[in-house]
């Protein structure tokens, strides 16, 4: 060390605050006070700060068919942006930004993305980009999107600017129970729709990942309306109270079960899917309490029925269930359904039936790329092949296994 350098000189680190941190500061620093309707000209005046202009949030709406724009003072609100077929639609489900040249300017469509989930697309023009301009914005982005998650707890605006159409009352309380439609980590992904989006009653899933352990659930409440919604959130209050106790899969099943026989009576039931994938190690385990079989999906083809012993359904009293086990490969997916899909049919005509569901699997395996464009293009195509319309729920919840580690995502390079 040379003679009057000190230790800390030598350890000197430079804090001093650049125009990228100045400019995600003030939307930072501010963001807890925040009241909802700020957020938007908030975002246009930081915007506007590198040069960009002409900017609108859009949102999906509850259907999973468009991009909605949020209003907002500073905000550019055109008209809703069709999911598979827009520039907008396309950064939302690749989750990665998109660019269009236009005659004097780029016009920008940025994935708004809190943690893996995807809220929607930041649409900005700028005169022209490069990769500074690019790094600050997806930074931005992303604080926009954890803004958007935080105050939509407390604000509906943006619920209403989702809605394209009247919602059922029982249709409300069950996206209020939902956890998000989808979720991405290295190891796993899930995505998951509910139709008819606006009139669902008793269909619900629900997912937690907790270390190395993905927790899944789909239930499927008998009848409808809210009858079916007031069962359907009580059989996923009880499964998130009995995993949250770290108890196994037969005594969730259990303690489902005495929840609704005790809430609802011996005439009431709930069929339901309870999973556990180990994401470290692609071993699945899985209770079937009355639910149509779950399809395993290797190489973008159908490979096999997850076939297993079944016990009654969930508010019947039925014995210990068996666990049913199955080894994943990686990229296998993972599909479950509820039988309002295979069911369905017009007055006089077959039902749908799982050989078209499995034809349609096969079908969209091999047109889209990730479980979230996967979900929603199946749901649609499967409803339009249903003649447009489902007289009953029909849930698709499907679960990718890629292995490896996350841990690197914790090392600041």
């Known amino acids: 060390m040379a003679e009057g350098e000190s230790q800390s000189d030598k350890g000197t680190v430079d804090r001093s605050e650049g125009f990228g941190e100045r400019l995600l500061g003030v939307l930072l620093d501010r963001a807890h006070e925040m009241p909802p309707q700020l957020i938007a000209p908030l975002i246009a005046e930081e915007v506007a700060r590198v040069g960009g202009g002409d900017v609108s949030i859009l949102l999906q709406d509850y259907a999973q068919l468009l ?22 639609g396309t950064a939302f489900l690749r989750a990665t930004p998109v ?97 008819p989006a606006y009139n669902v009653a008793g269909d619900s899933f629900d997912y937690a990942l907790n270390e190395d352990i993905l927790h899944v659930a789909v239930v499927d409440a008998m009848g409808h309306g809210l009858d079916a919604a007031t069962m359907a959130t009580v059989a996923v209050g009880a499964y998130r109270h009995a995993r949250r106790a770290n108890i196994d899969l037969a005594e969730i099943y259990a303690f489902m079960d005495r929840s609704i026989a005790e809430q609802f009576g011996p ?26 079989v779950p399809l395993l999906i290797r190489n973008h083809r159908v490979v096999a029925q997850l076939e297993s012993p079944t016990t009654l359904p969930v508010g019947f009293g039925g014995e210990e269930p068996q666990i049913s086990e199955q080894l994943l490969q990686r990229g296998d997916r993972v599909l479950c359904f509820t039988d309002g899909l295979i069911e369905e049919h ?68």
């Not at 991009?67 to 907008?88: F, K, M, Q, W, Y």
């Not at 999973?275 to 309490?289: C, D, F």
């Open 267 to 292: 005439e009431h039931f709930v069929t339901a899917q309870m999973m556990r994938l180990n994401i470290a190690t692609g071993h699945l385990q899985w209770v079937n309490a009355g639910h149509p």
């Open 67 to 88: 991009l909605v724009p949020l209003p907002g003072r500073g905000l550019t609100v055109g008209e809703p942006e069709p999911i598979s077929d827009s520039h907008a």
């Open 99 to 195: 660019e269009v040249l236009q005659a004097d300017s780029v016009r920008m469509y940025l994935p708004l993305l809190d943690g893996s989930d995807q809220v929607g697309v930041m649409a900005l023009t700028l005169d022209t980009v490069d990769d500074d301009d690019r790094r600050l914005l997806r930074r931005l982005a992303g604080l926009v999107a954890d803004m958007l998650v935080t105050k939509h707890s407390y604000t509906d605006q943006f619920f209403q600017a989702r809605r394209r159409e009247p919602m059922s009352l029982a249709a409300e309380i069950q996206w209020s129970l939902l956890p998000p439609v989808a979720m991405s980590v290295p190891q796993v992904a899930v995505a998951g729709i509910l139709e």
């Open 346 to 413: 017009e007055a006089g005509a077959e039902q749908f039936g799982e050989e078209q569901l499995i034809h349609w699997v096969n079908r969209i395996e091999h047109t889209e790329e990730g479980v979230r464009s996967v979900v929603r293009s199946l749901s649609h195509a499967l409803k339009q092949e249903r003649g447009g319309s489902t007289s009953d729920d029909a849930t698709l919840f499907l679960i990718e296994w890629r292995g490896g580690a996350a841990d690197h995502l914790s090392i600041l390079e």
